[in-house]
């Protein structure tokens, strides 16, 4: 069984807008880990934001948020008043355990199209 | 954020030979450091786990004796991807971590052509 799961291949959006990433996760430990990447066409793997599974507040970073909702299992990334140079794939993910030295697991992805 | 490096960024090999793909943190000390396998238009995929000094753990279905990973240092982890065959044409990503900081730094990748 997939322990992320991406929902959406592809979504496109217009340029300003606020666009919203599903992720839902699976895992039996009650330490975890929730990551989201942005994987641009060069290939390099982005950090954009954690969150933490007892963290009490959904993280933010700039103009991304995670909308932590611990009880569906649901970590969506918001990114408000998106930007032509947002455009690329994007990578839930989540680390089981307590180490931040333990293996991270992605799910599929969503490529994001921002359209001027 | 920490500094990972890989080398080469990329590699054209004939089918049969070996390739090293190297993968250094630059600014901190991994003490883990993972291998990830990325096909075109597809998610990272999870190789093997390394840690300083000791064997490297791999994923089921990942073949040990094809792909060696040696971690001889903090800051360096090796894979070598022997006897190459077309199929294993791909990019492959690492990332190092260490105790004390909570997200994985990620190299910038190596695209694998196998002729």
């Known amino acids: ?116 | 954020g920490a500094v990972v490096s890989q080398h080469p960024s990329w590699v054209i090999c004939k089918s049969g030979t070996s390739v090293k793909i190297e993968c250094r943190s630059l600014d901190f000390q991994a003490t883990t450091m993972f291998w990830y396998r990325q096909f075109p238009k597809q998610s990272l995929m999870l190789m093997a786990t390394s840690n300083e000094g000791s064997k490297a753990t791999y994923e089921q279905g990942v073949e040990k004796d094809k792909f060696l990973i040696n971690h001889a240092s903090l800051t360096l982890s090796t894979l070598t991807v022997t006897s190459a065959h077309p199929e294993d044409s791909s990019f492959y990503i690492c990332s190092g971590a260490s105790g004390s900081q909570k997200e994985q730094f990620f190299g910038p990748g190596t695209r694998l052509t196998v002729l």
């Open chain 1, 1 to 116: 069984a997939q322990k992320i799961t991406q929902t959406q291949p592809g979504m496109f959006v217009q340029e300003k807008e606020a666009v919203t990433l599903d992720c839902t996760y699976d895992t039996s430990d009650p330490s975890y880990g929730l990551f989201w990447y942005k994987q641009p066409s060069s290939g390099e793997m982005i950090f954009l934001i954690y969150q933490g599974s007892y963290d009490q507040q959904n993280a933010t970073e700039g103009r991304y948020s995670l909308n932590f909702q611990k009880a569906r299992k649901s970590a969506n990334l918001v990114i408000s008043a998106s930007q032509l140079g947002d455009s690329a794939m994007y990578f839930c993910a989540m680390r089981e355990g307590r180490g931040w030295d333990d293996k991270i697991i992605f799910g599929k992805g969503t490529r994001l199209h921002i359209l001027p």
